[in-house]
């Protein structure tokens, strides 16, 4: 896939003004997507360390700390990387660029969601899983976005682990400690970013090489990264059959090996398609996609797991 650079997409700042759209514009700070996804691993985590449904003051408190972490995490991030927004085709309509949200306004309201979320965590939850949430505000925002991702192309691999936060946080605010089982979820995410990643780097290519990102997916040819693709997917699925004797059930056994099957499948073809020569976009947008439908799967099954029968072990 060949990458050539792109100058900055010549937008004016937008006006600023209007209860709504200031609304909007905060919140798309937080980068809300990205929250939805963690959401999608914190109450799962819950129920299986529960082993049923915990009390549901705790879920909230566990879930909105958790989002206002990320959220705060999100914002801090936007504030650092406001000037590689301005030359990515991607990013040029975040808050900080069309100028909605001024730099000060950003940083004044990442602190305070931080600050938010680790009070509701530490009051609603526990200590452990506040500080939990204080470590992954800093893997994302100090040790990704302000020393990896601009040096390394391993950027994504090592501050990606602050993705795989939220299972650490939910286990922690249910047990009050972190075992076994929440590492091995720890380390299903924290395998299973790079293939996630990657390939929507691959698309967005011109994007990062423009911003001076070394991001795998622009900088090495599609070959490359599809065989990293590989095989990570590989160790993902594996790491996620650890859960099996770590005391998961039938369902997620059958979900597991069900859909990690789907899912080496899947960049397997990508892998295939990049040694051809015909890896288009849309190929490397159905395994990043595929990636979220495989992880919610995953969890699913974790929650539905407790109410049907017993361990597998």
């Not at 990704?144 to 602050?162: C, D, E, F, H, S």
Request: hydrophobic share 55%.
């Amino acid at each position: 896939m060949k990458t050539q650079q792109v100058s900055a997409p010549a937008r004016p700042p937008r006006a600023r003004g209007g209860v709504g759209r200031k609304a909007r514009a905060y919140l798309a700070l937080t980068k809300p997507r990205v929250i939805e996804l963690l959401l999608v691993t914190t109450l799962p985590t819950m129920i299986f360390a529960h082993g049923g449904f915990p009390h549901p003051g705790l879920i909230l408190a566990t879930m909105v700390g958790g989002a206002f972490a990320a959220g705060s995490a999100g914002a801090f991030n936007c504030y650092i990387d406001r000037d590689m927004d301005k030359v990515m085709h991607r990013t040029a309509n975040r808050p900080l660029v069309t100028g909605e949200v001024t730099p000060r306004e950003a940083l004044i309201f990442a602190w305070a969601l931080g600050a938010a979320a680790i009070g509701i965590l530490w009051w609603g939850a526990n200590p452990l899983a506040a500080w939990l949430g204080v470590a992954a505000i800093f893997l994302y925002v100090v040790v990704y976005t302000l020393i990896l991702k601009r040096r390394t192309a391993q950027n994504i691999i090592w501050g990606g682990a602050a993705g795989c936060m939220p299972v650490l946080i939910a286990w922690a605010a249910v047990t009050n400690s972190v075992e076994w089982p929440a590492i091995v979820l720890f380390l299903i995410i924290f395998l299973w970013t790079p293939p996630h990643y990657w390939p929507l780097s691959m698309k967005y290519s011109d994007d990062y090489n423009a911003a001076n990102v070394p991001m795998l997916g622009a900088i090495a040819g599609a070959r490359v990264v599809s065989v990293q693709v590989v095989l990570y997917a590989w160790a993902t699925v594996a790491c996620s059959l650890l859960l099996v004797p770590a005391g998961a059930g039938w369902v997620y056994t059958v979900a597991a090996a069900a859909a990690g099957a789907w899912f080496i499948r899947e960049t397997h073809r990508l892998h295939a398609k990049a040694r051809q020569g015909t890896l288009e976009n849309r190929a490397a947008m159905k395994v990043f996609h595929g990636s979220i439908s495989y992880l919610t799967v995953l969890f699913l099954a974790l929650a539905i797991d407790p109410f049907v029968g017993g361990p597998v072990f």
